[in-house]
Structure formats: C-alpha cells, structure tokens
C-alpha cells in the first residue's frame, strides 16, 4: 500500500496548526516559510498571515452560577456516587456509596452506604 503524500490542507484550522494534521507549527518570524515539524506540510508565511482568526468567549450567566453552586452542596454532602437503595432508618430511595478492601486481598470489598436525605450510615461485606 502505497501513501500519497499532498500538500492540500485536510481541514480548516487555526493559522498557529498545521491544516494537514494538526500539530502545532512553529513559530520562526517573518522570514521564510513555515515546515510542519510532524507531516512536512510547508505554507508561505505570507499566505498564513492572511488568514483571520476570530475567537468567541461565552461567560455563564449568574443563574448558571448559582445553579453550579447548589450542586456543588448537594455532591458535597454524599460520600461517593448514587445509587437505589432504601435507608433502613428514613425510608429515602438514595444512598451514595464508597468500597474500600479492608480485608484481605482474597476476600471481598466493603461498602459503605450513605443516606443523602438522613445521613445514616450502613455497611456490607461482599
């Protein structure tokens, strides 16, 4: 299989990246021409300079913010992820978990529950 190497751009891309592969060119002034250090794609650095770069910054808005922040306090108060089980104590459908291996090695892990609702905690051996 034979590949053909083209110095045709394969995509659109930012004037500081190779439009053949990617790869970040290298910046050598305003003399000569510019080689792509990984597929040896060359560009005129005139024809680079030609090229408009426009950038859009999107900030979050506050309600964004704050919606963030309550979700920050609520995974905060869980010990790990969700999962379906009922606490024995308030009834509540969720509890977050952890597993360590407190025993040994051919033994199984250990999980510990945690109500989100009551913050009770239960264990199992598996």
Do not use: W
């Not at 920050?72 to 606490?87: F, H, I, M, N, Y």
């Amino acid at each position: 299989m034979e590949f053909i190497r083209s110095n045709a751009p394969s995509f659109q891309s930012d004037v500081n990246f190779c439009p053949r592969c990617g790869a970040i060119l290298p910046t050598l002034g305003h003399t000569g021409g510019l080689v792509c250090v990984v597929c040896k794609f060359e560009a005129d650095i005139e024809t680079m300079e030609e090229l408009e770069v426009k950038y859009v910054i999107e900030f979050n808005t506050k309600s964004d913010y704050i919606q963030e922040q309550q979700l920050k306090s609520a995974q905060s108060k869980t010990d790990g992820p969700l999962v379906e089980r009922k606490c024995p104590r308030c009834g509540n459908e969720t509890m977050s978990y952890a597993s360590l291996q407190l025993r040994s090695a051919d033994e199984g892990q250990t999980i510990f529950y945690t109500c989100t609702k009551c913050q009770f905690k239960e264990t199992e051996n598996s």
